[in-house]
């Protein structure tokens, strides 16, 4: 099982990779620039070696990399939408002076005063002029619980970005446990019916990472708010059935609960216990 947490890369990848160990996970997501103001940290191409040589030693084979919330490529004005492509850009740049083994996932954006179509065609044009035969590194869209104006709360327009990519094939998806069931995906009593859904409109072949959360709101609520693994409206049975299932156990999962380090040590300690019980051969 693959099964990390969002860690914090103040202190570089190599420190990053070391708490990651430390605490029992085999992956982590971090931040690519700072979340809120976008500001990226220097490039430091020997803590990314140093990363490297401790990871493969770990076994560690992929990390996952996440945009700054205050990205959107659907953005009704252009400015923001400029700095979507630019942060899109100089990410991959970045993330490719790995040599593999990284994803990236950012959140498609919110159309605002903009009608969905229209805001849809400006993320598939910034990832058309993005996306170039040289990129190396996947870039995931989330799928998100859908509050407010967001993009890409129904599978359908996942499915209406990938396909107006030219370079489709770079392009997957990143499915997150609180934004499904928040997003009226009924993750804990229909989870089949939910990944039969997501294969006929998108395709499981296209996920390539999970988001790993509780949810502090019910079910359809269209919020955004995780709670802890057990402490909200999914409940721990059903997280396991999520790591557990056939069509999903091979995927990266990733912890983004309201935890500081230790409360994450216990989370991953909890489910890795549960899933050695539940089918030990993995
Ligand atoms: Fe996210
Ligand atoms: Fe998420
Ligand atoms: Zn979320």
């Known amino acids: ?10 202190k570089g990848y190599l420190s990053a990779v070391k708490e990651a160990v430390s605490i029992g996970a085999n992956t982590f997501q971090f931040f690519s620039r700072n979340p809120r103001g976008g500001s990226a940290r220097e490039l430091d191409l020997e803590d990314i070696a140093l990363y490297k040589e401790f990871a493969s030693k770990h076994n560690i084979e992929t ?6 919330y205050t ?3 659907g953005s009704a004005t252009r400015a923001t939408r400029e700095f979507a492509k630019q942060c899109l850009e100089q990410d991959l740049k970045t993330l490719a002076s790995f040599g593999g083994g990284v994803q990236y996932v950012f959140h498609p954006g919110s159309h605002t005063t903009l009608t969905k179509e229209e ?4 993320v598939i044009d910034i990832l058309n002029s993005v996306l170039t035969n040289d990129t190396s590194v996947p870039v995931l869209l989330e799928g998100m619980s859908g509050k407010g104006s967001e993009l890409c709360g ?3 327009e996942l499915t209406t970005i990938i396909s107006g990519v030219e370079l489709s094939d770079k392009v997957g998806v990143c499915l997150d446990s609180c934004h499904l069931y928040s997003a009226g995906y009924d993750i804990v009593n229909n989870l089949d019916g939910v990944l039969e859904d997501f294969d006929k409109i998108v395709g ?3 996920l390539k990472a999970f988001h790993l959360n509780d949810s502090m709101t019910a079910f359809a609520s269209k919020k955004d708010r995780h709670a802890k693994i057990g402490e909200g409206t999914i409940g721990l049975d059903a997280i396991i059935r999520i790591i557990t299932h056939k069509k999903l156990k091979h995927l990266p999962f990733y912890l983004e609960t309201p935890n500081e380090i230790d409360g994450y040590q216990r989370e991953i300690e909890i489910l890795k216990s549960v899933c050695d019980r ?4 993995q």
């Open 1 to 10: 099982m693959k099964l990390g947490y969002h860690a914090s890369i103040a």
């Open 63 to 68: 990390i996952l990399a996440h945009a700054p």
């Open 71 to 73: 990205l959107n490529a």
């Open 119 to 122: 805001s849809i065609t400006f």
């Open 154 to 156: 129904i599978f359908d």
């Open 204 to 206: 499981l072949d296209k």
């Open 278 to 281: 539940v089918s030990p051969l």
